[in-house]
């Protein structure tokens, strides 16, 4: 079960498919250079092998537990985490200002899907920490971000994320978590919250909690929603620790995977809150940390499918089982033609999905660093209109590659001992927390492409067709006549598809709204791999060749598959809605 993190896919993908100059050209990472970029990409694979990856077992098979009103860890996951406390790699990406390092978030990308990779139950808990810091930073008062922002930015404080009720999970309208003002700054929050990804543990020593919660006078559904902090352990004016707040884990949740993460249910009775933002804002203030969340979960996607192809590759060069074509006698697996295929298929669609999350990482860089205001827009444009694609597409891929590992693995991968197993469990809720894949398609086709009438994907076809001049000036030297006639044609299918998107009614633009997300994204992964392998060659980049014969197999097996989507599309609302739902149950 050894881990061995890809820092040459994800640096050459930094090199040659993000325009990493372009962000690095930004004042903000002026004492940012490839060097010190990849010396830290060397470091975090090293931690990621050495320190977390022995704990990854350990957590899935020894599940948090609760005691009493607290819940121990996984064993190692303490030492681990305080590993990373130590070696700052929480802070990488946060702004100096509030004593982070200030390197740019498509970085964290990089060395994140590292972590995750690793240990997957482990890595969720910095996440949310960044993301909650991040959401203090943009919408509490100066005293809230004095006195927690600085623990939580070095990791010796976290963070958690308190929404999900029994009646309200992804429809946050109906929550009945009950805030009174006190009279004196603070609130009394009162209400039951589930799913709470790292809730309750003991690898630090306070948790810091945002918490959805509904004031006695708020407007109905969502309109209706403030967000408060609520600390686990009180804090003084001089940063000392003091009692506990009244609010505690009832419950873990038994779940199919990331074992090693303690879900709880959490019981607030009048604990003391403080309002973040406006009143009835909470839902805005709390999409601040629920949007970079959403692109990490991508990358977690792509993490956990890196992990369990490399499993997979492991065992297909041990596994000895039949005679191959043209072998004298039996060898390994990969010797087969179709084991190999899955291989590389695999391998192809990981690079694809990575692909797509670096650009959107780098795409949130600019968004705030650019010095020229128009590309700051278009930029923000940009990655909030990758970011569900990013989501859904990682998460989506990390679970069929999983999947494709058991495969490979045969029986060995339908029993616990291998791992294997661990890798498809785990990978399964990445498309399903922080909104679901189908909510990432809406997001997609109703706010990010209806709203402007298109003007950001017409953006983003632009570049794709900026790639295709690109690729057939470096033809010459590579074979990428089926990159090119892949893309050509997988252009023309975005725009036609774009133009079915934009002029369906809602029932229609609804119903395809999940095969139009996964159109762009096969369509779009293929091109940041060709831009990569172009770019790559006019650099004398020594990988080129390796990343060229990814791209070469994405264009014929993932590229082409946008064409059955569109015809989905042209189809309509029809297919989905011509069966009649009394009868779904049986003819």
Same mark, same amino acid.
């Given at each position: 079960? $050894?881990?061995?993190?890809?820092?040459n896919?994800?640096?050459?993908?930094?090199?040659?498919?993000?325009?990493?100059?372009?962000?690095?050209?930004?004042?903000?990472?002026?004492?940012?250079?490839?060097?010190?970029?990849?010396?830290?990409?060397?470091?975090?694979?090293?931690?990621?092998?050495?320190?977390?990856?022995?704990?990854n077992?350990?957590?899935?098979?020894?599940?948090?537990?609760?005691?009493?009103d607290?819940?121990?860890?996984?064993?190692?996951?303490?030492?681990?985490?305080?590993?990373?406390?130590?070696a700052? *790699?929480?802070s990488?990406?946060?702004?100096?200002?509030?004593?982070?390092?200030?390197?740019?978030?498509?970085?964290?990308?990089? $060395?994140?899907?590292?972590?995750?990779?690793?240990?997957?139950?482990?890595?969720?808990?910095?996440?949310?920490?960044?993301?909650?810091?991040?959401?203090i930073?943009?919408?509490?008062?100066?005293?809230?971000?004095?006195?927690?922002?600085?623990?939580?930015?070095?990791?010796?404080?976290?963070?958690?994320?308190?929404?999900?009720?029994?009646?309200?999970?992804?429809?946050?309208?109906?929550?009945?978590?009950?805030?009174?003002?006190?009279?004196?700054?603070?609130?009394?929050?009162?209400?039951?919250?589930?799913?709470?990804? *790292?809730?309750?543990?003991?690898?630090?020593?306070?948790?810091?909690?945002?918490?959805?919660?509904?004031?006695?006078?708020?407007?109905?559904?969502?309109?209706?929603?403030?967000?408060?902090?609520?600390?686990?352990?009180?804090?003084?004016?001089?940063?000392?620790?003091?009692?506990?707040?009244s609010?505690?884990?009832?419950?873990?949740?038994?779940?199919?995977?990331?074992?090693?993460?303690?879900?709880?249910?959490?019981?607030?009775?009048?604990?003391?809150? *403080?309002l973040?933002?406006?009143?009835? =804002?909470?839902?805005?203030?709390?999409?601040?940390?629920?949007?970079?969340a959403?692109?990490?979960?991508?990358?977690?996607?792509?993490?956990?499918?890196?992990?369990?192809?490399?499993?997979?590759?492991?065992?297909?060069?041990? =596994?000895?089982?039949?005679? /191959?074509?043209?072998?004298?006698? #039996?060898?390994?697996?990969?010797?087969?033609?179709?084991?190999? !295929?899955?291989?590389?298929?695999?391998?192809?669609?990981?690079?694809?999905?990575?692909?797509?999350c670096?650009?959107?990482?780098? /795409?949130?860089?600019?968004?705030?660093?650019?010095?020229?205001?128009?590309?700051?827009?278009?930029?923000?444009?940009?990655?909030?209109?990758? $970011?569900?694609?990013?989501?859904?597409?990682?998460? #989506?891929?990390?679970?069929?590659?999983?999947?494709?590992?058991?495969?490979?693995?045969?029986?060995?991968?339908?029993?616990?001992?291998?791992?294997?197993?661990?890798?498809?469990?785990?990978? =399964?809720?990445?498309?399903?927390?922080?909104g679901t894949?189908g909510?990432?398609a809406?997001?997609?086709?109703? !706010?990010?492409? =209806?709203?402007?009438?298109?003007?950001?994907?017409?953006?983003?076809?632009?570049?794709?067709?900026?790639i295709?001049?690109?690729?057939?000036?470096?033809?010459?030297?590579?074979?990428?006549? /089926?990159?090119?006639?892949?893309?050509?044609?997988?252009i023309?299918?975005?725009?036609?598809?774009?133009?079915?998107?934009?002029?369906?009614?809602d029932?229609?633009?609804?119903?395809?709204?999940?095969?139009?997300?996964?159109?762009?994204?096969?369509?779009?992964?293929?091109?940041?791999?060709?831009?990569?392998?172009?770019?790559?060659?006019?650099?004398?980049?020594?990988?080129?060749?390796?990343?060229?014969?990814?791209? !070469?197999?994405h /264009?014929?097996?993932?590229?082409? !598959?946008?064409?059955?989507?569109?015809?989905?599309?042209?189809?309509?609302?029809?297919?989905?809605?011509?069966?009649p739902?009394?009868?779904?149950?049986?003819?």
């Amino acid at each position: 079960m $050894t881990f061995t993190a890809p820092k040459n896919t994800i640096e050459f993908l930094l090199n040659h498919s993000v325009d990493i100059d372009e962000v690095l050209a930004a004042p903000a990472f002026a004492d940012t250079n490839r060097d010190l970029i990849s010396d830290i990409l060397s470091g975090a694979a090293d931690f990621a092998e050495n320190v977390w990856a022995p704990t990854n077992w350990s957590g899935d098979q020894n599940p948090a537990t609760l005691d009493g009103d607290d819940v121990k860890s996984s064993p190692g996951f303490k030492g681990a985490y305080d590993a990373f406390v130590d070696a700052a *790699w929480l802070s990488l990406a946060t702004a100096p200002e509030i004593g982070g390092m200030g390197l740019p978030q498509v970085v964290k990308a990089g $060395t994140d899907e590292m972590f995750y990779a690793a240990n997957m139950a482990l890595g969720l808990c910095p996440m949310l920490t960044s993301s909650a810091a991040k959401a203090i930073h943009a919408h509490a008062n100066d005293d809230v971000k004095a006195k927690y922002l600085p623990k939580m930015v070095n990791g010796e404080w976290t963070g958690a994320m308190c929404l999900t009720e029994p009646q309200a999970g992804s429809d946050l309208g109906p929550v009945r978590t009950k805030a009174i003002d006190n009279g004196d700054g603070t609130y009394a929050i009162s209400g039951q919250k589930i799913y709470i990804t *790292w809730g309750d543990h003991d690898i630090a020593d306070n948790i810091i909690h945002l918490v959805l919660a509904r004031l006695p006078d708020a407007p109905e559904g969502s309109k209706g929603i403030s967000l408060f902090l609520c600390p686990k352990v009180f804090v003084d004016d001089a940063g000392n620790l003091g009692e506990r707040n009244s609010f505690k884990p009832i419950g873990l949740e038994h779940k199919l995977g990331i074992h090693g993460s303690p879900t709880c249910v959490m019981e607030f009775n009048k604990a003391t809150g *403080w309002l973040v933002g406006e009143p009835n =804002r909470g839902l805005s203030c709390m999409f601040t940390m629920m949007n970079e969340a959403r692109l990490f979960v991508g990358v977690q996607g792509v993490a956990i499918g890196e992990r369990a192809y490399q499993a997979a590759l492991i065992y297909a060069n041990e =596994r000895v089982q039949g005679r /191959a074509i043209n072998a004298e006698a #039996d060898a390994p697996i990969i010797a087969h033609p179709d084991v190999r !295929r899955n291989l590389i298929d695999m391998k192809a669609r990981l690079a694809g999905a990575r692909a797509i999350c670096m650009a959107t990482a780098a /795409a949130g860089d600019l968004a705030v660093h650019a010095e020229d205001e128009d590309v700051r827009k278009a930029s923000h444009t940009r990655e909030t209109l990758l $970011t569900p694609i990013a989501k859904s597409y990682g998460s #989506d891929t990390g679970v069929d590659v999983s999947s494709i590992g058991v495969q490979i693995h045969g029986g060995m991968g339908f029993v616990e001992e291998t791992g294997a197993a661990q890798h498809y469990r785990d990978s =399964r809720i990445a498309p399903i927390y922080e909104g679901t894949n189908g909510i990432q398609a809406m997001d997609l086709v109703g !706010r990010k492409l =209806r709203r402007d009438g298109g003007e950001g994907m017409k953006a983003l076809i632009d570049d794709l067709e900026a790639i295709l001049i690109l690729a057939n000036k470096t033809n010459e030297t590579l074979d990428m006549n /089926a990159c090119i006639h892949a893309l050509k044609n997988g252009i023309e299918t975005v725009k036609t598809a774009t133009d079915i998107m934009l002029n369906a009614d809602d029932a229609n633009a609804l119903a395809g709204a999940t095969p139009y997300l996964n159109l762009v994204a096969d369509v779009i992964s293929g091109a940041f791999l060709i831009k990569a392998v172009a770019n790559g060659a006019l650099a004398g980049d020594a990988l080129t060749e390796n990343m060229a014969s990814l791209a !070469r197999y994405h /264009a014929l097996s993932v590229m082409p !598959r946008a064409d059955a989507h569109l015809n989905f599309l042209r189809g309509g609302a029809k297919a989905v809605f011509d069966f009649p739902m009394d009868q779904l149950a049986d003819l």
